[in-house]
């Protein structure tokens, strides 16, 4: 199956400050990155998604850019604010074994601490 | 309605109980999702239904029973769990199952204690 891995496992920023997350998969076939933000005790929620026909995307503070070569995307959140710690998990969705199913492959998560 | 719904929200159970998690969506989303979520851990995917059809089972114990009565409903039986079964059950469902890659969208989940 794919194998996703995510750095840095932990993340502390000062308000104000940018943050980024890095994700390495190794399947060639993946075709879908989305990243989710789960608060405590909350559901993951789909903050940004790109495909492997992009190479970057954008949506207010956040952006995620992909490179297909290097098989690495990432998250890059700017002018950070407390509200924006969280658990971020990146994900990779490829077919499942020969079928058309997709499925998403997620990363260990990164724990994000924004300082006021 | 652009919500996944899951109940209950909360609930304990005795291992030699039975129970189910119920799981909704009126979203006309034909792939639906079942994940167990440990403390500070990623989702594990359980089940996939696509077209109400399970179409993945991610050699998930026979304690977990799940069903797709229709299209917009999912549910997860549960018989003689184990105390680390205990985990949030997250449902989750997207458009279409297939390969191009869809958005997953999360309930809320239910917080599942086995004692």
């Known amino acids: 199956g794919e194998n996703v891995e995510q750095h840095p496992s932990t993340l502390s920023v000062q308000e104000g400050d940018s943050a980024v997350i890095k994700c390495t998969y190794s399947?060639?076939?993946?075709?879908?990155f989305p990243w989710y933000k789960q608060e405590l005790g909350k559901r993951p929620q789909l903050i940004i998604d790109?495909?492997?026909?992009?190479g970057e995307k954008k949506d207010q503070r956040i952006a995620v850019t992909l490179n297909k070569t290097a098989k690495h995307f990432s998250l890059h959140i700017t002018e950070t604010q407390p509200e924006d710690s969280a658990v971020y998990f990146c994900?990779?969705?490829?077919?499942?074994?020969?079928?058309?199913?997709?499925?998403?492959?997620f990363g260990r998560g990164t724990q994000l601490t924004v300082w006021p | 309605d652009t919500e996944v719904t899951q109940t209950p929200k909360h609930l304990v159970m005795g291992m030699t109980n039975k129970k189910s998690l119920k799981c909704e969506q009126h979203?006309?989303?034909?792939?639906m999702y079942w994940y167990k979520q440990k403390a500070k851990k990623p989702p594990e995917l359980m089940f996939v239904?696509?077209?109400?059809?399970?179409?993945i089972n991610e050699s998930v114990p026979s304690r977990f029973s799940p069903e797709c009565p229709n299209s917009s409903l999912l549910n997860l039986h549960l018989h003689a769990l184990q105390p680390e079964d205990s985990a949030l059950y997250l449902c989750?469902?997207?458009?279409?199952?297939?390969?191009?890659?869809?958005?997953?969208?999360f309930g809320q989940g239910t917080r599942l204690t086995v004692v």
């Open positions: 989750a469902s997207s458009p279409l199952p297939h390969s191009q890659g869809t958005e997953a969208f």
């Open positions: 790109i495909r492997s026909n992009v």
């Open positions: 994900a990779a969705s490829i077919p499942h074994r020969g079928s058309t199913l997709g499925r998403l492959y």
């Open positions: 979203m006309g989303h034909r792939a």
């Open positions: 399947d060639s076939a993946s075709n879908y």
């Open positions: 239904y696509s077209y109400e059809k399970l179409s």
